[in-house]
């Protein structure tokens, strides 16, 4: 179902998206930063460059829309909205319409060539993960079971999904073949939780959110579960990582400054940068 997005901005958007493109690996992608904020009093969608500064509004429809996530192009918005239909949505930023894909489809991501959409939902009481087929508007459930499956997020070679589940007691991170087959754990701290993965560009790294040091720090390890380490480590909450396009950065959300803003850091701790700095909820970063 397609439905006018018309509160999306329209051309100056065009303007800051124009000549970004991506097809998974390590090749270049989208230079910005979408986030959701509520400085305007519901949450919208914004638009940032990597330093924080080119502020644009991306989506304001006057209801919540959350979970941004840019397509390897830069050219469609998969995010949640309450409006446009209510559920998550893929917003063409060229044409101004949105299209429903699940209405109760939660934190969207983007497979490396553009085609698919990962994610998950409630299904009979436990979030499972599925992969929606934006060219046949078919949707496969790709796990199962008493137990809850989030925030996949998919290798750059589209071979692989990784995300987390508690299926074992605790959320760990598990890594699966993208058809679902062949689930892996890759952490096993038991007194923990470690959830919202996010694989590196060149998909030899991991990072991922965990409370093993007492509260939810930003940490990276290999791709197959090694040597995890803490990044920028605060006994505030951080949350969400995503990786800069060529690697070298990531961004997070963190509450260390009271309010929840978006912080960079390059991917061996230095450089630390407050991007959004706003008295209001800035929160849910992706490149």
Request: aromatic share 8%.
């Amino acid at each position: 179902m397609k439905i006018s997005a018309t509160l999306v901005v329209g051309i100056l958007t065009l303007t800051v998206l124009a000549g970004c493109s991506g097809s998974g690996g390590s090749a270049p992608g989208p230079t910005k930063i979408v986030f959701t904020s509520d400085r305007n009093g519901t949450y919208d969608i914004f638009l940032m460059n990597a330093d924080g500064t080119g502020l644009v509004a991306l989506v304001t429809a006057g209801t919540d829309d959350t979970q941004p996530s840019l397509s390897p192009n830069g050219k469609k918005l998969a995010c949640r909205s309450d409006g446009f239909g209510h559920g998550m949505q893929v917003i063409d930023l060229a044409q101004n319409t949105a299209e429903l894909i699940d209405a109760d489809g939660q934190y969207p991501k983007w497979s490396p060539d553009g085609t698919k959409i990962a994610y998950y939902k409630t299904v009979n009481g436990f979030d499972q993960i599925f992969v929606a087929d934006l060219n046949t508007m078919t949707k496969t459930q790709l796990t199962s079971g008493n137990f809850d499956n989030r925030f996949p997020s998919w290798k750059p070679d589209g071979t692989k999904i990784a995300f987390a589940t508690n299926r074992d007691g605790n959320f760990e991170i598990y890594v699966m073949n993208s058809d679902g087959s062949n689930p892996m754990r890759i952490t096993f701290h038991n007194s923990a939780i470690d959830t919202a993965p996010a694989w590196s560009p060149d998909g030899s790294k991991i990072a991922f959110s965990s409370n093993r040091s007492g509260n939810f720090d930003i940490h990276v390890m290999t791709s197959e579960g090694a040597s995890p380490m803490p990044l920028a480590a605060h006994p505030a909450y951080d949350g969400l990582p995503s990786w800069s396009p060529d690697g070298t950065q990531i961004v997070f959300e963190s509450d260390r400054d009271s309010s929840l803003e978006i912080y960079r850091v390059n991917v061996d701790g230095t450089n630390l940068v407050n991007l959004t700095n706003d008295p209001s909820d800035d929160n849910q970063p992706s490149f």
